[in-house]
């Protein structure tokens, strides 16, 4: 690390008159307990604060989760391991990553739970947030200002616009990192790059960073094509599969251990893993991770749908129902919907105002589960489309990472035959991806 010595707390942190208790409830055989800790009262050490804040928070009744996991099983993400990662913030000046999706418990902001409850041990000095905002109301693709968070009154600058990477001015009254999104492991989605550029200005600065890891609902198979490097774009910025089987966490080590920071440069990275977390779980997230996913079955939809975004074909945006139909004027179907300007998802959304014919996937559930890409749609809906010069943008390259995928597809490949050039790509990073895991793996990848 540069010139990082432990922060200066914010004026009135220490020394100041006791501040009112707080009062912790947790659930025992004879009822509810009330717990206290005076969090600034004479004569308690740091330490003896930090001992007392960690016996809270491991009392078996204090149970912190945010996203829920089938089956019954108990599921806790890194954000809510607090007794794993708040004494590495202790008297540090702590930058955050965050958006609507960095929640503790699945209820309470990391940006307010640390701001309201742990700034006698900690200074949050700023936000910095990702697509779609702090709080997840801008639209994909537009562009985010800086600003301040009305509740905290924290200034929260953009890492989506005319700047997707900190500067040294950004960091420079900064001693620690702290990244917290809910990724869904598709690698045309754009919390990954914002990872990576974090990643690298922390390392050309001299910083620690810590990612607070989430499971990935998308963690359960690798397919698609492997990104070739001349088309890297901020849609797909590392050589990885569009469906890559890894959390955000798991990705974080494999981009430092792999030398993809500008350079060659590695981060003082520090991964807060998830508790009871394996790739065959079926993870419900407790918020939409963005405007556009705005339930489960879109979430699972994306990675098969969002190469429509590189065509003439909608996705649903300006609907309710985003990223979980498909549909164009010129196509035939019984099904249909009319996109519309809708503040906060998509204000002109492709097609606006025209109907388009296509398919309701709302209630599409695959045979052998969520395992592979469904490129069926992709293919058939070419081979109907009246005017097949005009079916693909000049997008569609950056979200495939190759151009092989439109090739192919114009040239009449069969699905199989397509799955088939993937193959020796997806078998040279599934061995390269093993070195990073960090959570068990069903025996079929």
Known sequence: MSSSQPGRLRPGLAGGPARRKKRIVRQTAGGNESLFIKAGASGLTGAAKRAALLTILLLPGVILTSCRAGSGQHLQAGADRMESWLPLLE??????????????????????????????????????????????????????????????????ISLYGRQKKPSPGHLDDVDIVVFDLQDVGVRFYTYISTLHYVMEACAENGLP?????????????????????????????HPIPVVYG??????????????WLGQGISCDLTVIRCNGYDRTMEVQLPVRPSPNLPNQQSVKLYP??????????????????????????????????????????????????????????????????????????????????????SFFTS???????????????????????????????????????????????????
């Open 91 to 156: 008297n540090r000046r702590v930058a955050l990553v965050a958006n609507h999706s960095s929640l503790v418990g699945g209820k309470i902001h990391l940006v307010d739970t640390l701001f309201s409850g742990y700034s006698h041990a900690l200074e949050l000095v700023k936000v910095f947030s990702p697509e779609h905002g702090f709080r997840g109301e801008s639209g994909a693709g537009t562009a985010v200002d800086d600003g301040v968070d009305e509740k905290t009154g924290l200034p929260v």
């Open 395 to 445: 997008y569609f390259v950056s979200l495939a990472g190759t151009t092989s995928l439109q090739e192919q597809i114009k040239a009449g490949w069969s699905e199989k035959e397509i799955r088939r050039s993937w193959q020796p790509g997806l078998d040279n990073f599934k061995r390269i991806r093993s070195r990073y895991l960090l959570y068990d793996e069903p025996g079929d990848f």
């Open 246 to 259: 890894m959390t955000i966490g798991e990705l974080a080590r494999m981009i430092n251990g792999e030398g």
């Open 304 to 389: 098969s749908l969002c190469f429509f975004e590189g065509t003439a074909v909608s996705v649903g945006r300006g609907t309710q129902f985003p990223f979980q139909v498909f549909g164009h004027p010129d196509l035939k179907g019984d099904f249909s919907f009319t996109p519309r300007s809708i503040p906060g998802m998509a204000l002109r959304p492709k097609l606006e105002g025209k109907t388009c014919y296509g398919e309701d996937l709302r209630e599409f559930s695959p045979r052998q589960g969520w395992s592979r890409l469904h490129l069926h749609w992709l293919l058939d809906t070419y081979r109907s489309f009246p005017d097949t010069a």
């Open 209 to 237: 960073l810590v990612v607070l890891d989430r499971p990935n609902p998308n963690g359960g198979y690798v397919d698609g094509p492997v990104l070739e490097p001349e088309h890297r774009s901020f849609v797909g910025m």
